[in-house]
């Protein structure tokens, strides 16, 4: 087993709103090129953290490293520069601009080229968007207006551009929501290819059980701001509290099912 450093390492991270307890001392870590995933019930603060990790919320108490650097206290864009990606559940692009343009965007600001950032985007970085373009597999689309891709072809757009500053750590919040099950499928294998052969750890929040359970290396489980498993796919699929507070026998018992049946 490896004894490298974490990636990322979380410390007893609060936070709390008008007494209501939305993150409750939360302590977890992240190594390079592994596949983490949050889930939770609506409310169990897995938003709240996801926005201490990228600086959009500040903690109350706490901390956070990243590759041994503190990043508490640092605006969003500092921590993205430090090396952290992030998806949403809604995704955000330029409609009217081509593909391409948009992962050139992303490449001008990492690249501090914001000058004029307009005219500098059709020169800057062509290549190496065409690069991250074919590694999520939208090459062929790079000429075409964002707003006419299909709904699961902009999750993988989006993907490129959330790589577009060569992060360390990804931070995907529902990064399958709305697709189809086979979109699901693909788009989560693509993500964990690419996080292992860039050893870029990755942190993400989902409700498909199936995707979790097929794609996580190891799972935590919030409810009500507090931390109440941590495990293998399997140890947490067999978690008692799990099973009572989030899962259910049901899932549990489908999910299980459909294991065996792809053995």
């Known amino acids: 087993m490896s004894m490298a450093p974490p990636l990322l390492k979380v410390e007893g991270l609060s936070k709390s709103y008008g007494g209501v307890h939305a993150v409750r001392s939360v302590s977890f870590e992240l190594r390079a090129g592994?596949?983490?995933?949050?889930?939770?019930p609506n409310g169990a603060g897995k938003s709240t953290c996801f926005d201490m990790l990228n600086g959009q919320n500040t903690p109350d108490s706490g901390r956070i490293t990243l590759l041994g650097v503190e990043t508490v206290g640092r605006k969003p864009r500092a921590v993205w520069r430090l090396g952290v990606g992030r998806t949403f559940q809604i995704t955000a692009t330029f409609p009217t601009m081509t593909v391409r343009e948009n992962v050139q965007v992303a490449l001008v600001s990492y690249g501090r080229?914001?000058?004029?950032?307009?005219?500098?985007?059709?020169?800057y970085a062509r290549e190496e968007a065409g690069r991250l373009l074919d590694l999520v597999g939208m090459g062929a689309y790079a000429e075409r207006p964002c707003g006419e891709l299909a709904?699961?072809?902009l999750k993988r757009l989006e993907l490129a551009i959330a790589l577009a500053n060569q992060p360390k750590l990804l931070l995907m919040d529902e990064p399958t929501a709305g697709m189809a099950p086979r979109e699901r499928i693909e788009l989560m294998r693509l993500t964990a290819r690419i996080a292992r052969?860039?050893?870029i750890g990755v942190l993400f929040t989902e409700h498909d059980m199936d995707v979790v359970f097929e794609h996580a290396d190891r799972i935590l489980v919030l409810n009500r701001g507090s931390l109440i498993a941590e495990g293998s796919p399997a140890e947490v699929r067999?978690?008692?509290q799990v099973r009572a507070i989030y899962l259910g026998e049901g899932l549990v018992y489908d999910a299980r099912h459909r294991e065996g049946a792809g053995a």
């Open 34 to 40: 592994e596949i983490l995933a949050l889930i939770g």
């Open 197 to 199: 052969e860039q050893s």
């Open 113 to 123: 080229q914001l000058f004029n950032i307009w005219g500098s985007t059709a020169s």
């Open 238 to 240: 067999g978690n008692p």
């Open 151 to 153: 709904y699961g072809d």
